[in-house]
T-cell receptor, first 118, second 113 residues
Framework: AQKVTQAQTEISVVEKEDVTLDCVYETRDTTYYLFWYKQPPSGELVFLIRRNSFDEQNEISGRYSWNFQKSTSSFNFTITASQVVDSAVYFCALSINAGGTSYGKLTFGQGTILTVHP | DVKVTQSSRYLVKRTGEKVFLECVQDMDHENMFWYRQDPGLGLRLIYFSYDVKMKEKGDIPEGYSVSREKKERFSLILESASTNQTSMYLC????????????FGPGTRLTVT
């Protein structure tokens, strides 16, 4: 079975601080995908990034960066120079490729509530 | 842009009522999913469908059923609503590709009194 753990329930920072959201996953499959989603107060989950298990290259997109380390089964998300608009719930998720029969089912972490104060 | 819509943002029902939650996607996606979201538990998969009239149980199917008569529409049914089904319900869809990202609707906050 798959499992995703986001140990940080809530994080509070002041604007312009850097913040890292942790994600640790468990799976026995060698082929899998990891995702980050953002859920702003409006409620709709917004897709941020997908990484596959064969690509450990870190990725940067503007103020967002992701660090994928298979050795520690972690896929951490860093926001640089945080802004009030970054306030949201952030979810890490895992999907396995079980011979193509997984249908893209996602296993989600518990979510981290990020509050950025002005 | 992919658009997933849900029939209601907020819904209040009484215990024992039959409740229908509707989800429609406009991108011709094969896969559709229903999740419930509860504080501290993240999102948990209730049911999903990979084709018209096809459905499979997720992690917490008890007390729920689903219907997919048309490709674009996926309905979640609470046969007899109970207070422990008070939750946020999220619908998602994805194309038939290997583990693609899912696109979510705005959610329905259901309160059962």
């Amino acid at each position: 079975a798959q499992k995703v753990t986001q140990a940080q329930t809530e994080i509070s920072v002041v604007e312009k601080e850097d913040v890292t959201l942790d994600c640790v996953y468990e799976t026995r499959d060698t082929t899998y995908y990891l995702f980050w989603y953002k859920q702003p107060p409006s409620g709709e989950l917004v897709f941020l990034i997908r990484r596959n298990s064969f690509d450990e290259q870190n990725e940067i997109s503007g103020r967002y960066s992701w660090n994928f380390q298979k050795s520690t089964s972690s896929f951490n998300f860093t926001i640089t120079a945080s802004q009030v608009v970054d306030s949201a719930v952030y979810f890490c998720a895992l999907s396995i490729n079980a011979g193509g029969t997984s249908y893209g089912k996602l296993t989600f972490g518990q979510g981290t509530i990020l509050t950025v104060h002005p | 842009d992919v658009k997933v819509t849900q029939s209601s943002r907020y819904l209040v029902k009484r215990t024992g009522e039959k409740v229908f939650l509707e989800c429609v996607q406009d991108m011709d996606h094969e896969n559709m999913f229903w999740y419930r979201q509860d504080p501290g538990l993240g999102l948990r998969l209730i049911y999903f469908s990979y084709d018209v009239k096809m459905k499979e149980k997720g992690d917490i199917p008890e007390g729920y059923s689903v219907s997919r008569e048309k490709k674009e529409r996926f309905s979640l049914i609470l046969e007899s609503a109970s207070t422990n089904q008070t939750s946020m319900y999220l619908c998602a869809s994805s194309p038939r590709e290997e583990t693609p990202e899912q696109y979510f609707g705005p959610g329905t906050r259901l309160t059962v009194t």
